[in-house]
Structures are given as C-alpha cells and as structure tokens.
C-alpha cells in the first residue's frame, strides 16, 4: 500500500473534488457494489462523484443505491461526454481490476488523464498505473477492501445502511455465498459489521440469487440438459454456450452468471468451464475445487488469469476449436493440474 496519508489528503472534505469511479468490463456485484458503496461515502464527504461502468451490468444488480446515477460507456450517446469528464476529473478510483486493459476502450482515456489515481483490487498481478493503492490476495472481494480503507482512514462513521448493502453483495458473491475457501474469520467479522449497519442479507440473496426471469430458467434447463459435457477421466466438465443458444432463450448479461458452479458441483469434478460464444470469439469462465490452480492454466493457454479457484480467459478460434483446444490441454496438463491436490490427498490419508 502506497501513502495511506496522501490519499486521506486526497479525500479530504475540506476540498471537494471532482472524482471519477470505474471498474472493469461487464461489471458484477463485486465490481459494482464495490463502485457504489464507494461513490455513496465520497457524495457524504461532499465530493462530486460520477461513477462510469465500461459496459452494462446485469439487472438484478440495479437495486443498489446510486445505480440510477451509473453511467454506461457504451452509451454512444455519452461516450463524448464521458471522455470530457474523465480528463477533467481530480481522482479517478479503479476498482476490482489489477490492470487498465479491463476497461477496454476506457482504459486509454483514464491512462492519459492527468488525474490522481486510486486502484482498489484484489485480483493478482497488478499494474502499477495509480498513485495510490489498496490490493490484496488474501482479500476475498473488492468490497472487503473498501470497507477496510475508510476504516482506515477514520471514517467508519460515515458507513450507512446503503453502502453497507452494496458491500454486502460484492462480499457474497465473491464467496460464493460464503461457500468459497476465500471465506475468511476477516470475512465474517466484515459481514457482520454490514449487518450491524442495516445492510438486509436476506433481502440481498433473495435479490442477486432469487430474481429471475422465465427465459432465464428456461435457458438454466436447457443448458444443463443438452450443454454439459463431461470428461470423466479427467475430472472436468464445462458448457459451451452458442450465439444461437442465447438467442434463442433471448439471454441479457447476467443471464449466464452462476452456470459454470453447476458443473463444478458434479461429485468428482475439480475443474469446470464455461464457453460462451461472442461476436468477436469465445468467452471462457474457469471454476475449481481445493488446490487446482485455473488461473495459471488460463493465463498460460487462454489469454487469461484471475484467482486459482475462478478465473476467465478467451479465445480467437471458433467454438468447436476452443473446444478441442481446451480437452486437449486439460488431458496433456493434468498431471501438473492435479499434481498438488493428489499430494494434499496423499499427506492426509
């Protein structure tokens, strides 16, 4: 962490500044609340704050307070406008991405601004591109994070109900719901001061977990029953998702949030994987259990990273190429893949 002193200087109420706040492409609840719960505290410390998202977000995120204000990039009608304020901004804050090609077209324009820059993240291999940073691997969400830093910096009093829920969120579903080994003591002492602060857990699974649309659970079906494929003997199972699929099920963003759990919950699976065809290739979600560390697979193989039980990646070839890439280098790597969990296993029997 950079100067703590010299950001608190830079927050200061004393003198209100114009600050920007971004995160990375197709935002999630982590990214978003993280962005939110941030931007309502410096709006209490009297600054002006715009928060822009490089893309949208899916619907069942709009409940945050705030996400009226939220300004998506991809709004030609805004772009001009988005890119002026950017430039203008005394701070911009870049949350939940270690790197500024996450922004996609974004992440010039916040490069070549003369603004002081805040990165708040905990993903791995960072950039340094900012003045001032907060990361962390330990930190299971962006959102713990944030919540550490204005408690750092004295401000735990201007927590409220609203920014305790929109870090609620991130919390939870960075954790899988709790579920994940990212589910530290530090975890539940957070969540519990959110809650201790109004935030309603309850009402926020129900939202993030339990709103869907027909067309959502038509395609959650759909996909289960004729997209899973299995590799017995390599203890993996994915889904490859076509344009068509979408289209057929009229899919909106979010609406393949959460699939790739499903073929990682299968007994005996250890590696799960998503591809999702795009107009411009094929996105790639990677999810594993215990030691098996996916980020290194898709950093190497897939133009990818994240954290060793989730990460992303794409690829250039066509789905079925992706396809066979893929099979191929889980059958060739998994010696290496499984190696440390068999000696895991191994020391505990």
């Known amino acids: 962490m950079h100067n703590l002193d010299l950001f608190k200087e830079q ?16 935002p999630d609840a982590d990214a978003l609340g993280s962005s939110l719960g941030m931007a309502n505290y410096l709006k209490k410390k009297g600054h002006e704050v715009l928060v822009v998202t490089p893309s949208d977000y899916p ?46 077209e974004m992440g010039d324009l916040v490069k070549s601004s003369k603004a ?8 791995q291999d960072p950039e ?49 719901g709790f579920k994940h080994p990212n589910t530290t003591k530090n975890i539940h002492l957070v969540t519990a001061e959110l809650i201790g602060l109004g935030a309603d857990n309850a009402k926020i699974a129900r939202l993030i977990y339990d709103t869907n649309s027909l067309n959502r659970l038509k395609f959650l079906g759909f996909a289960l029953t ?25 899919s909106r ?23 999702t065809e795009k107009k411009d290739g094929v996105k790639i979600s990677f999810r594993s259990a215990e030691e098996v560390e996916v980020n290194k697979f898709a950093a190497t193989h897939f133009k990818g990273g994240g954290h060793k039980n989730a990460a992303g990646g794409v690829s250039d070839l066509n789905m079925k190429e992706t396809i066979q890439k893929f099979e191929y280098l889980i059958r060739e790597n998994k010696h290496i893949l499984f190696n440390q969990l068999e000696l895991i296993n191994e020391k505990n029997q």
């Open 59 to 104: 619907s069942f995120l709009n409940w945050m307070e705030g996400n009226d204000e939220v300004v998506n990039f991809e709004d030609k009608d805004k772009k001009k406008w988005v890119g002026e304020k950017i430039q203008d901004a005394d701070i911009i804050f870049c949350l939940d991405f270690s790197c500024l090609s996450r922004l996609q």
């Open 253 to 275: 963003t979010g609406d393949t949030e959460g699939l790739v759990n499903y073929a990682l919950s299968l007994d005996g699976v250890k590696i799960a994987a998503l591809f």
């Open 116 to 123: 002081f820059k805040v990165n708040i993240d905990h993903h």
């Open 11 to 26: 927050i200061s109420s004393s003198s209100p500044k114009k600050i920007i706040i971004t995160t990375h492409y197709k």
């Open 128 to 176: 340094d591109f900012a003045e001032f940073t907060y990361w962390s691997t330990k930190a299971a969400a962006t959102c713990e994070l944030v919540f550490e830093l204005i408690t750092m910096v004295g401000d735990k009093d201007l927590l409220d109900q609203d920014i305790a829920e929109c870090l609620y969120a991130g919390i939870m579903t960075d954790t899988g």
């Open 226 to 250: 004729r997209r899973l494929e299995i590799l017995e003997d390599c203890q993996t199972a994915y889904f490859a998702i076509s344009k068509k699929d979408l289209r057929k099920y009229d």
